[in-house]
């Protein structure tokens, strides 16, 4: 089992920038993936990024390519999402997300409880 918690979020005015973070525990040691999904009001949740745990290979949804960045410390068993000139359409919950993989075994995979990121015009 994985345990994650995102802190970080904020309200904050467009072209602002926020650093959310996710802190994982539990059987860190096989995590495959994590990443961030956002949940905005009226709309179904979106893969916002998302990075390998083990080659840091990142990928990225196209409304956030080029403002947003996503890194991890494994030794801190932490991920980062540094969100650069923030728009009012980012303006949602943010929520963590990590996989596991035993070997060649995929396991389920695990949310945080989510972080809101509100951003006025």
């Known amino acids: 089992q994985v345990q994650l918690v995102e802190s970080g979020g904020g309200w904050v005015q467009a072209g602002d920038s926020l650093r959310l973070s996710c802190a994982a525990s539990g059987r860190t040691d096989s995590i495959r993936n994590m990443g961030w999904f956002r949940h905005a009001p009226g709309k179904e949740r979106e893969f916002a990024a998302g990075i390998s745990w083990s080659s840091g290979v990142t990928n990225y949804a196209d409304s956030v390519k080029g403002r947003f960045t996503i890194s991890r410390d494994n030794a801190k068993n932490t991920m980062y999402l540094q969100m650069n000139k923030l728009k009012p359409e980012d303006t949602a919950v943010y929520y963590c997300?990590?996989?596991?993989?035993?070997?060649?075994?995929?396991?389920?995979?695990?949310w945080g409880q989510g972080t809101q990121v509100t951003v006025s015009s």
């Open positions: 997300y990590a996989d596991r993989q035993v070997g060649v075994v995929r396991l389920n995979g695990y």
